[in-house]
């Protein structure tokens, strides 16, 4: 079965930090799609970005960058620099075209703190 | 632009009440989801529709849940006899294709239900 593991729990950091929140996930699958998602405190999910199985450049959008590595079935994230306003909870989540529905699988989230 | 909006954004119940919870989606999307997140973990799927058709179900709890969307737009999450166990936060999200793991699920903030 398809499982998402984020193992951190909580992170806190001091601003101006550099962060990485570790993402792994299990599935035999071979075409899929893997996410990660920002939930600050006012609850809406916020789309970061989106990968496929079938690309596995790292990818950097301003102080983001994503690190997709299938050998290790991992999708890690980090935050560089980063800032108050980055402190919500991010979700690694993971996706399929196998199946009638492709509604998303996420992980337990990783509480990221930054403290000023 | 107006992204998905849910309401109420908070809701109390007694238990055993009914109650019903209301998703305006993304105006054109097609598809659309309902996910429950209880405190401290990700979401997790509980229906999917494809304009009015709810083409999955498998994540509804119990038949004391049910979901509609008549006329492919706006849906309604209806739980029945609410349980304390009920408490969680639904969200709802709207994609624009039919086969959403190509597309990024816009989320709304929520609902919260607290069930006493």
């Known amino acids: 079965a398809q499982k998402v593991t984020q193992a951190q729990t909580e992170i806190s950091v001091v601003e101006k930090e550099d962060v990485t929140l570790d993402c792994v996930y299990e599935?035999?699958?071979?075409?899929?799609?893997l996410f990660w998602y920002k939930q600050p405190p006012s609850g809406e999910l916020v789309f970061l970005i989106r990968?496929?199985?079938?690309?596995?450049q790292n990818e950097i959008s301003g102080r983001y960058s994503w690190n997709f590595q299938k050998s290790t079935s991992s999708f890690n994230f980090t935050i560089t620099a980063s800032q108050v306003v980055d402190s919500a909870v991010y979700f690694c989540?993971?996706?399929?075209?196998?199946?009638?529905?492709?509604?998303?699988?996420f992980g337990t989230g990783t509480l990221l703190a930054v403290q000023p | 632009g107006a992204g998905v909006s849910q309401s109420p954004r908070y809701k109390v119940a007694k238990r055993g009440q009914d109650v019903a919870l209301r998703c305006d989606p993304i105006?054109?999307?097609?598809?659309l989801f309902w996910y429950q997140q209880a405190l401290g973990q990700g979401p997790e799927f509980l229906t999917y529709?494809?304009?009015?058709?709810?083409?999955?179900k498998s994540g509804l709890p119990s038949d004391r849940f049910f979901a509609e969307r008549p006329e492919g737009s706006v849906s309604t999450l209806k739980i029945q006899r609410t349980q304390q166990e009920d408490s969680a936060v639904y969200l709802c999200?709207?994609?624009?294709?039919?086969?959403?793991?190509?597309?990024?699920?816009?989320f709304g903030p929520g609902t919260r239900l607290l069930v006493l």
């Open positions: 105006s054109g999307h097609v598809s």
């Open positions: 599935t035999r699958d071979t075409t899929y799609y």
């Open positions: 989540a993971w996706d399929s075209p196998r199946g009638a529905t492709n509604k998303l699988i």
């Open positions: 529709f494809q304009n009015e058709a709810q083409l999955d």
């Open positions: 990968r496929n199985s079938f690309d596995e």
């Open positions: 999200a709207s994609s624009l294709e039919v086969y959403s793991y190509q597309e990024t699920q816009y």
